[in-house]
């Protein structure tokens, strides 16, 4: 009788252990999935980290699943309005938020103070629409080719309403010299509904490609708003030709735009 029982106690010992080792196996192999699984999770994601206009100072990361595209509140700061992120410290080219990320992205956040601008801006360029035949690259700059200032006291909206042709070319200054030119490089975009409307037509020497002239593609009617911030003019002081009495020709701007529709033939 008591050789049974202590077999018995015996068998249900080694059950006891067989079901710890067991127990403590599953715990070790739970661990090891969910650690698997973590890590995969952080492989399938890329971080987007978000920096002040001085490209030093961090607003923020964001983890983003890769394919996917960037969105996120837009950063404040006290008398400032966020224009838009930019993907280089020197805000020279604007971030693309519908093209998905694949990889790990530092974004810079371009804040701009309001200033009233006092200029006018006219369309210089030429062609053989009636208003760039005018114009003859800048020598005629009248009313037919000035932009209108519309009345807003927080924001700096120049609009102009055209037909143009294929094979113009364009830009818009504030005079005849092309002082202040925006062109190619300020377009927002130049497509619409999978139409390609402009392209880069180069400009003189080495000059930035915000100053190439703009190319018409596609016959017809446009409307162009051209957004000003002249407190965040800069200039090229580092060109060869720059000079105090001329500088308004070495003018850059990183927040400027130009935005069209396209109104038809």
Known sequence: MKRKQVVTFILMA??????????????????????QKT???????VKVTMYDTDGKTELGTVNVKKGETFTAED????????????VTPELSRTFDATKPLEQDTSLYAGFSKYQEDK??????????SDVLKESNWGAVVGDAQKLKKEDNKEANVYTITLDLKAG?????????????QRGYGYL??????????????GSLGDASVKKSNIEVAVDGNYTFTLTTHPADDTYDTEDEHY????????????????????NGK
Not at 39 to 45: F, H, I, R, V
Not at 75 to 86: A, L, M, R, S
Not at 188 to 201: A, L, M, P, R, V
Not at 245 to 258: A, Q
């Open 14 to 35: 080694c059950m006891a252990v067989g079901s710890l080792a067991m127990t403590g196996c599953g715990s070790k192999g739970e661990a090891a999935d969910k650690t």
């Open 39 to 45: 890590e995969q999770a952080k492989s399938d994601e």
């Open 75 to 86: 950063p404040k700061k006290d008398g400032y309005t966020f224009v838009g992120w930019y």
């Open 119 to 128: 200029r006018d801006f006219y369309i210089v360029g030429s062609g053989t």
């Open 168 to 180: 113009d070319q364009f830009q818009f200054a504030m005079d005849g010299s092309w002082g202040d």
């Open 188 to 201: 927002c975009s130049t497509e619409q509904d999978g139409t390609e409307y402009f392209k880069n037509s």
């Open 243 to 262: 000079s105090e009495d001329k500088k308004e020709n070495f003018n850059l701007n990183p927040y400027d735009t130009i935005n069209f529709v396209y």
